[in-house]
T-cell receptor
Framework: ETGVTQSPTHLIKTRGQQVTLRCSSQSGHNTVSWYQQALGQGPQFIFQYYREEENGRGNFPPRFSGLQFPNYSSELNVNALELDDSALYLCASSLVDSYEQYFGPGTRLTVT | DQQVKQNSPSLSVQEGRISILNCDYT??????FLWYKKYPAEGPTFLIS?????DKNEDGRFTVFLNKSAKHLSLHIVPSQPGDSAVYFCAASLGRGSTLGRLYFGRGTQLTVWP
């Protein structure tokens, strides 16, 4: 059974640029959630995807967007990067009818 | 608005002793609670969970207690081992299903188990 994988591991971008982060779900999981973890904070929910559609969004602006593909993998896109977007971005997969979510190792994004 | 709170940023325990990590929540609609463990450079790893209809769940050295009237839960680790040293996150869910499946996390507690 393959766990959740994310790419890239680290990324450095300049303010105003755009970034795409990628996630592959754990085998058999049909739901993907994205979280942002700032330094010293717990993960904050960005949004969740199920059946290739967004289902639920946290308190994040529209410049955070995502996609889910037929194989359940997912992308997180962030436009017009700001310094405060610097954080660890975590992807989690699950079954839609399950409480437990299983996390990938994250992508560390630094915006300068 | 932090609906899940872990008020102790750190805890230091001697190997073999009990570790007790605490978590408080404000939303009485939470119906499921989870604990995750996180090592540096890794994602959170699911540890143990409890439904709101129970007051205790045990899995090996790990036990979670839920006190709904106090909106409080705790994770007990007995006996503590040096490999348990990590950041522990408390998380809560409003329900299952496509629109309720988000997790609300606390800020975490750094547990250090020393020999």
């Amino acid at each position: 059974e393959t766990g959740v994988t994310q790419s890239p591991t680290h990324l450095i971008k300049t303010r105003g640029q755009q970034v795409t982060l990628r996630c592959s779900s754990q085998s058999g999981h049909n739901t993907v959630s994205w979280y942002q973890q700032a330094l010293g904070q717990g993960p904050q929910f960005i949004f969740q995807y199920y059946r290739e559609e967004e289902n639920g969004r946290g308190n994040f602006p529209p410049r955070f967007s995502g996609l889910q593909f037929p194989n359940y993998s997912s992308e997180l896109n962030v436009n017009a990067l700001e310094l405060d977007d610097s954080a660890l971005y975590l992807c989690a997969s699950s079954l839609v009818d399950s409480y437990e979510q299983y996390f990938g190792p994250g992508t560390r994004l630094t915006v300068t | 608005d932090q609906q899940v709170k872990q008020n102790s940023p750190s805890l230091s325990v001697q190997e073999g002793r009990i570790s007790i990590l605490n978590c408080d929540y404000t939303n009485s609609m939470f119906d499921y609670f989870l604990w995750y463990k996180k090592y540096p450079a890794e994602g959170p790893t699911f540890l143990i969970s409890i439904s709101s209809i129970k007051d205790k769940n045990e899995d090996g050295r790990f036990t979670v207690f839920l006190n709904k009237s106090a909106k409080h839960l705790s994770l007990h680790i007995v006996p503590s081992q040096p490999g348990d040293s990590a950041v522990y996150f408390c998380a809560a869910s409003l329900g299952r299903g496509s629109t309720l499946g988000r997790l609300y996390f606390g800020r975490g507690t750094q547990l250090t188990v020393w020999p």
